[in-house]
């Protein structure tokens, strides 16, 4: 199974209710290519982290997309956005390479993370309760 993530920002002119016949459009022809749209966020007019056409907001649109058999129309969603003027970018991204190689490490990272983990803080208990034991305030609290 494939998993893909598919950002596209609208430009912030656009009313509201075609960004939803925009969204409903390409959320069609995804399901029609054979995958389905686990996630749909819309999270709205946003700042952009540098103008594009003079712009300096966007509407910004989430899919998350999984494809059982690896077959998609990311390709043809794609080329759909590039001829659309409404889309100022799209960014899509595979995201299960990602989660395959987080899974791969997590266990060497966490045992490899443990055993570090575990000499340094037995190292500052040995320190301590040497440090405890032979230290003047120890003396002092012996005298009074």
Do not use: C
């Not at 956005?81 to 100022?88: G, P, T, W």
């Amino acid at each position: 199974m494939r998993t893909y993530e598919l950002i596209f920002v609208v430009d912030p002119r656009v009313s509201d209710e075609d960004v939803v016949t925009l969204t409903s459009e390409y959320r069609q022809m995804i399901t029609a290519g054979g995958s389905e749209i686990s996630l749909e966020e819309n999270w709205g007019r946003r700042k952009l982290a540098y103008p594009i056409e003079k712009l300096t907001e966007g509407k910004y649109v989430m899919f998350g997309i999984t494809s059982q058999d690896g077959k998609t129309s990311l390709h043809e969603v794609e080329h759909r956005m590039r001829q659309n003027d409404k889309v100022l970018r799209f960014l899509t991204v595979r995201t299960d390479e990602d989660l395959k190689r987080a899974a791969r490490r997590k266990p060497a990272g966490s045992a490899a993370a443990g055993s570090p983990e575990g000499g340094a803080a037995a190292a500052p208990t040995d320190q301590s309760g040497q440090s405890g034991q032979s230290s003047p305030g120890g003396e002092l609290g012996e005298e009074a």
